[in-house]
């Protein structure tokens, strides 16, 4: 998936969101920016959002089926 879809998409996600996991999700992708800077490593931030809206929707679908 190219680089725009996958923004494309966590924005999305981020605009459907409720503003305590946007904050939640915003605070991640600072603290992986922090790290990147500290660990003088070169990690992508779509790469980041992208793996934390996957570990958000897992969250989202376990929570949704232990309800019913």
């Known amino acids: ?11 999305k996600v981020l605009v459907n969101a ?3 996991v946007a ?4 605070g991640i992708i600072y603290q992986a920016r922090l790290f990147n ?5 070169n990690i992508p ?3 980041v959002v992208t793996e934390v809206v996957n570990l958000w929707r897992s969250v989202t679908r376990a929570l949704a089926g232990s309800s019913t």
């Not at 998936?1 to 924005?11: C, S």
């Open 1 to 11: 998936m190219p680089k725009t879809q996958k923004a494309e998409a966590a924005q």
């Open 18 to 20: 409720d503003p305590q």
């Open 23 to 26: 904050a939640t999700l915003t």
């Open 37 to 41: 800077r500290q660990a003088r490593m």
């Open 45 to 47: 931030e779509d790469e």
